[in-house]
């Protein structure tokens, strides 16, 4: 089989890592090859935080070349426009309606860039917005809006529902695992 590259992008505080672990759990419970990595940056203050996932027959990497990513999951609309040049062409993207203001530009709103989707969808990337985080208010906590956009993502890969549940169930705490799997199943009933 072919290697799937995920990319995986927020700012801290988001979840990003956890999403990377939990689609790394699944394609690993799914029979794949996997490997991964995690880059940090100044997550504590609200920095980019990336997730390389890959898994397929045998992956060599975990990191994903320029323009070799299948698919990106962008808890943050920036931080989709930003990693767009690891996408191959026509990639999909499943990204959160959501803005966070880079730290040290806090005074100046304007400087973040509009139309985000429209650039993104002029390069001919498909996409699929969602606000996350009100549904993730709906299932019980902002918090979990990194799991109802894996809901989303999920449709696009060779991985079951139920690995997927019994990924999340090992990977969160006990006392938010119904929250989470409602925030997951909303995600998969989620369409554009």
């Not at 001919?124 to 969602?130: G, N, P, S, V, Y």
């Not at 690995?163 to 909303?186: C, D, G, Y």
Request: net charge positive; proline share 4%.
């Amino acid at each position: 089989m072919q290697t799937i590259s995920v990319l995986i992008t927020g700012v801290g505080g988001q979840g990003t890592i956890l999403a990377g672990r939990v689609l790394a759990k699944c394609a690993m419970n799914a029979g794949f090859d996997v490997k991964a990595n995690e880059l940090h940056g100044m997550a504590q203050r609200g920095g980019s935080v990336t997730c390389h996932v890959r898994f397929g027959g045998k992956v060599f990497s975990p990191m994903i070349p320029a323009g070799e990513a299948d698919l990106m999951l962008a808890m943050e609309e920036l931080e989709a426009l930003r990693y767009l040049a690891h996408m191959k062409k026509g990639a999909s993207i499943v990204m959160n309606k959501r803005n966070i203001m880079p730290a040290g530009l806090e005074k100046t709103p304007e400087a973040y860039p509009k139309a985000i989707r429209d650039k993104i969808e002029e390069l001919q990337f498909k996409i699929i917005a969602l606000d996350a985080q009100k549904i993730a208010l709906e299932c019980g906590s902002i918090k979990i809006e990194n799991i109802v956009l894996l809901g989303v993502l999920s449709k696009q890969l060779p991985i079951t529902e139920d690995i997927w549940q019994e990924a999340i169930k090992t990977s969160v705490p006990p006392k938010t695992v119904e929250m989470n799997l409602l925030a997951f199943e909303r995600g998969r009933k989620y369409s554009n």
